[in-house]
């Protein structure tokens, strides 16, 4: 089983950029899909964006495609979501969280569902001011 930690999080101005990464510990980083997610205050926590076990596959919340792009590096157990054109309502918690592809419990493909989540990060929190 992985274990997941997110960093690069911070106060930026509206229109800035942010690289939030997620290194995950463990052998078996290959075995999973990896999720984006945020929890802005007050709110629900919410689906950003996706990566299947391969890199091969991304998927994207209609709020922030063509703003955020997700990556992995297998190799690396590292999973980075580069976020652009920040606007003040991405203000939130991000979260990366693994999900099986392979045994018990596996999706064909990475899901938006955060129940299909079962390992998360602690969250890195980002800013953006207006």
């Known amino acids: 089983q992985v274990q997941l930690v997110e960093s690069g999080g911070g106060l930026v101005q509206a229109g800035g950029s942010l690289r939030l990464s997620c290194a995950a510990s463990g052998r078996t980083f290959s075995s999973y899909h990896i999720g984006w997610f945020r929890q802005a205050p007050g709110k629900e926590r919410e689906f950003v964006a996706a990566?299947?076990?391969?890199?091969?596959?991304?998927y994207y919340a209609d709020s922030v495609k063509g703003r955020f792009t997700i990556s992995r590096d297998n190799a690396k157990n590292t999973v980075n979501l580069q976020i652009s054109i920040l606007k003040p309502e991405d203000t939130a918690v991000y979260y990366c969280?693994?999900?099986?592809?392979?045994?018990?419990?596996?999706?064909?493909?990475?899901?938006?569902?955060?129940?299909?989540?079962?390992?998360w990060g602690q969250g890195t929190q980002v800013t953006v001011s207006s």
């Open positions: 969280a693994a999900a099986a592809a392979r045994g018990s419990g596996s999706y064909y493909v990475a899901p938006r569902d955060e129940y299909a989540y079962t390992i």
């Open positions: 990566i299947n076990y391969s890199g091969i596959s991304t």
